[in-house]
């Protein structure tokens, strides 16, 4: 079968690459600039059997997608800013529950109510440690809106072999561009599905880790495993405990199943760094102006290239380190106040140099403008 | 030797509960299990959930598909549990700051929907888990920790409350009701539809002391010679029922349900891929 070409938004391929990796249930409330991936979804979903549920608030929207998939669904949100924040104390339950789920957030200006329409990427931290206590995160930022559908299929990857609420930030501009895509046909995606427990349900201990298993073996609540679930510190029972070695082993572990496999989850790219004195870090719809720029500025004799993190979190140390071990120039691009260039300089090796560009006023940042820096600040 | 009905939905192992001696929630707990006794629900079909306070412990104590989830935001779960899977009869304990402060925009909605989910209310009057603040139902005047002078709020009742956004069946009995609560759970569950049942419970160690309700035997006399039930509400003069709570089945109406509407819209759009 020939695989389909379309003319596509970025929002659109979201949800089209959410529904390839088998999204059956969305629960959520609109916000721009993410109020597409609603509006399809509700399209969508009924036609490939599966729900679309609009709730009273972004909170309520989380809850109900961690619910959706306790019950069997693979479940995801979409959201932006504010209503991201909204949503953090149940990524929080989700993350000690392991309940997976994927939850988009096309990134708008802030704080607050901010610049609605207007890209951004001021949400690279919240990201993180946006709901409280230790957690691992994984979060993953699209250029394209074909990366945006890859990306969408990978975020649902990851959160059920993770067993892991996984974001997915997008920004304005990637969320309402428009670019011509070709959707894979069903047989070159690949999905992966979380490992059910086949034990006696007698024998079912839900947050067991199984030895050569990385995370408990997941069932659904109606498929006869009757068990509990709580945000509370459980042991591998499910069950409530006060216990600090319970505690400490579970939030170590919690962690670690991503840390430990960063290798499965670092996705990048690497454009024009073989020869390259500078590289530009950056990301989003950042690294398409990145990506211009070392286009021209090759072609004015300067040696240019491109570091893209395709994962955000976990943080790409090692690759970080190796790459301003290799360039000793760095130049970090974001549309933000320098969120992601803390982590660079964080892993970057003693003697490389790090330089921002930054800009927070709901402009996309330009292949000029960072031309100029390059000229002017950083080979002058 | 325990009874018959503790080892057959009760996880023995979890037992004792955590509750002060005289908490009401105990006897509210074991009226819902005797409703899905009653019921003949098959265990792996029902699914408890609750938000975070004394009462929403409950769950664990149960044993079905339970679920212990943020403050407030129960229902909130509930509702993506039922739209994922209808089959499963969901059930959800809730105290009443859980379900009608922080939550009490999901009790509205879930209740507007018309969502095939049974709410049981534990309602002491107080938040109890944080040590005896007031709540959305503390009686005005009456005291918490965090309303030393009497609190000036007005309260709510929770039964007006789900029956004027949308519930379609709406109940109240008491903790000393218990039978009756069991009887109410009964047929909220057997409600198509978003079913309300606020079962008074006691506290005595923060409302009891704080507002000198006495013990909890007092307590439970308070709620026998005040309440009233619905049935014999039109052969008492008006001033008679100031203050009562009144208890029965107070509304019931049969409206689409949620997951069932969407079904058909599945069945109409669905497409063979
Ligand atoms: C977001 C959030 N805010 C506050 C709390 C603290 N908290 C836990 S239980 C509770 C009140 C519970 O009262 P109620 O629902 O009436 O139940 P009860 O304990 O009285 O049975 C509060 C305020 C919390 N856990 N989460
Ligand atoms: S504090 Fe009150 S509500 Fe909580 S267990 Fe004790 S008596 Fe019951």
């Given at each position: 079968?020939e695989?389909?070409?379309k003319l596509?938004?970025?929002?659109?391929a979201?949800?089209?690459?959410a529904l390839?990796?088998?999204?059956?249930?969305?629960?959520?409330?609109?916000?721009?600039?993410s109020?597409?991936?609603?509006?399809?979804s509700?399209?969508?979903?009924?036609?490939?059997?599966?729900?679309f549920i609009?709730?009273e608030d972004?909170?309520?929207?989380?809850a109900?997608?961690?619910?959706?998939?306790?019950a069997?669904?693979?479940?995801?949100?979409?959201?932006?800013?504010?209503g991201?924040s909204?949503?953090?104390?149940n990524?929080?339950?989700?993350?000690?529950?392991?309940?997976?789920?994927v939850i988009?957030?096309?990134?708008r200006?802030?704080?607050s109510?901010?610049?609605p329409?207007?890209?951004?990427?001021g949400?690279?931290?919240q990201?993180?440690?946006?709901?409280?206590?230790?957690h691992?995160?994984i979060a993953?930022t699209?250029?394209?809106?074909r990366?945006?559908?890859?990306?969408?299929?990978?975020?649902?990857n990851y959160?059920?072999?993770?067993r892991?609420?996984?974001?997915?930030?997008?920004?304005?501009?990637?969320g309402?561009?428009?670019?011509?895509?070709?959707?894979?046909?069903k047989e070159?995606i690949?999905?992966?599905?979380?490992?059910?427990p086949s034990?006696?349900p007698?024998d079912?201990?839900?947050?067991?880790?199984e030895?050569?298993?990385?995370?408990p073996?997941?069932a659904s609540?109606?498929?006869?495993?009757?068990?509990?679930?709580?945000?509370?510190v459980?042991?591998?029972?499910?069950?409530?405990?006060?216990?600090?070695?319970?505690?400490?082993e579970?939030?170590?572990r919690?962690?670690?199943?991503v840390?430990d496999?960063?290798?499965?989850?670092?996705n990048?790219?690497?454009?024009m760094?073989?020869?390259?004195?500078?590289?530009?870090?950056?990301?989003?719809?950042?690294?398409r102006?990145?990506?211009s720029a070392v286009?021209?500025a090759r072609?004015?004799g300067?040696k240019?290239?491109?570091?893209r993190?395709i994962t955000?979190?976990?943080?790409l140390t090692?690759?970080?380190?190796?790459?301003?071990?290799k360039?000793k120039?760095?130049l970090?691009?974001e549309?933000?106040l320098?969120?992601y260039l803390?982590?660079v300089?964080?892993a970057a090796?003693?003697?490389a140099t790090i330089?921002r560009?930054?800009k927070?006023?709901?402009q996309?940042?330009s292949?000029d403008e960072?031309?100029?820096?390059?000229k002017?600040?950083i080979?002058a | 030797?325990p009874s018959?009905l503790?080892?057959?939905?009760?996880?023995m192992?979890?037992l004792?509960h955590?509750?002060c001696?005289?908490?009401?929630?105990g006897?509210i707990?074991?009226?819902?299990v005797?409703?899905i006794?009653e019921?003949?629900?098959?265990?792996?079909?029902?699914?408890?959930?609750s938000?975070i306070?004394?009462?929403?412990r409950a769950?664990?104590y149960?044993d079905?598909?339970?679920?212990h989830?943020?403050?407030?935001r129960?229902?909130a779960f509930a509702?993506?549990i039922?739209?994922?899977n209808?089959?499963?009869?969901?059930i959800?304990?809730?105290?009443?700051?859980?379900?009608?402060?922080?939550?009490g925009?999901?009790l509205i909605?879930?209740?507007?929907?018309?969502?095939?989910?049974?709410?049981?209310?534990?309602?002491?009057?107080i938040?109890?888990m944080t040590?005896?603040?007031?709540s959305?139902?503390?009686?005005?005047?009456?005291?918490?920790t965090?309303?030393?002078y009497g609190?000036i709020?007005?309260n709510?009742?929770?039964c007006?409350?789900?029956?004027?956004?949308?519930?379609?069946?709406?109940a109240?009995a008491t903790?000393?009701?218990?039978?009756?609560i069991?009887?109410?759970?009964v047929?909220g569950?057997?409600?198509?539809?978003?079913?309300f049942?606020?079962?008074?419970?006691?506290?005595?160690?923060?409302?009891g002391?704080?507002?000198?309700k006495?013990?909890?035997?007092?307590?439970m006399?308070?709620l026998?010679?005040?309440?009233?039930n619905?049935?014999?509400?039109?052969?008492?003069p008006?001033?008679?029922?100031k203050?009562?709570?009144?208890?029965g089945?107070l509304?019931k109406?049969?409206e689409?349900?949620y997951t069932?509407?969407?079904q058909?819209?599945i069945e109409?759009?669905?497409?063979e891929?």
């Open positions: 079968m695989n389909k070409v596509m938004q970025g929002n659109e979201c949800v089209e690459g390839a990796a088998g999204m059956k249930f969305y629960a959520g409330y609109p916000i721009t600039p109020t597409e991936i609603a509006e399809i509700s399209l969508r979903l009924p036609r490939v059997g599966g729900k609009q709730m972004e909170i309520a929207g989380m109900a997608v961690i619910g959706g998939s306790l069997g669904l693979k479940s995801m949100t979409a959201t932006s800013g504010p991201f909204l949503k953090q104390e990524i929080g339950y989700a993350t000690i529950t392991e309940i997976p789920c988009v957030n096309v990134q200006g802030g704080p109510t901010g610049l329409t207007s890209p951004s990427q949400d690279v931290m990201a993180k440690w946006g709901t409280h206590g230790d691992p995160m993953l699209p250029y394209s809106v990366e945006t559908f890859d990306l969408t299929i990978k975020a649902f959160a059920e072999k993770y892991t609420p996984v974001i997915l930030l997008l920004d304005e501009v990637i309402h561009l428009r670019e011509k895509i070709e959707i894979p046909n070159e690949e999905i992966f599905d979380r490992v059910k034990c006696e007698k079912y201990k839900p947050y067991r880790v030895e050569n298993d990385l995370v073996k997941m609540f109606g498929e006869g495993y009757r068990y509990h679930v709580t945000g509370l459980h042991d591998e029972t499910g069950f409530p405990s006060n216990d600090s070695k319970i505690a400490e579970l939030v170590n919690l962690v670690n199943k840390e496999n960063i290798e499965d989850i670092a990048y790219e690497e454009y760094l073989d020869d390259a004195d500078i590289a530009i870090v950056a990301y989003g719809a950042t690294a102006s990145a990506k286009n021209e072609e004015n300067l240019v290239g491109l570091f993190p955000i979190w976990p943080f090692k690759q970080i380190k190796e790459l301003t071990k360039v120039k760095i970090v691009v549309m933000n320098g969120q803390i982590e300089e964080r090796d003693k003697g330089y560009y930054n927070i006023n709901g996309l940042i292949p960072i031309i100029k820096k390059i002017e600040d080979y | 030797m018959k503790l080892q057959k939905y009760f996880r192992d979890k004792p955590i509750w001696p005289g908490c009401g929630h006897i707990m074991k009226s819902v005797e409703a006794d019921l003949g629900l098959e265990k792996d079909k029902v699914c408890i959930v938000g306070g004394c009462s929403s769950p664990g149960m079905f598909n339970t679920l989830t943020t403050h407030g129960a229902l509702t993506g039922k739209m994922a209808p089959e499963l009869h969901v959800v304990v809730t105290g009443d700051g859980d379900s009608a402060a922080i939550g925009n999901h909605h879930a209740a507007r929907r018309n969502i095939d989910i049974t709410t049981v209310v534990f309602n002491n009057n938040y109890g040590g005896g603040q007031y959305p139902t503390t009686p005005t005047r009456e005291k918490g965090t309303a030393p609190n709020d007005k709510f009742d929770l007006e409350l789900a029956k004027a956004s949308g519930a379609t069946y709406t109240r903790a000393y009701h218990a039978k009756m069991k009887d109410l759970v047929k569950v057997k409600n198509k539809g978003f079913s049942v606020e079962s008074i419970s006691i506290c005595p160690t923060y409302y002391r704080k507002n000198k006495g013990e909890s035997p007092d307590m006399k308070y026998k010679d005040n309440s009233i619905v049935k014999a509400l039109n052969k008492l008006k001033d008679d029922l203050d009562k709570i009144v208890i089945e509304y109406n049969e689409a349900e069932e509407e969407y058909k819209i109409m759009f669905r497409q891929v």
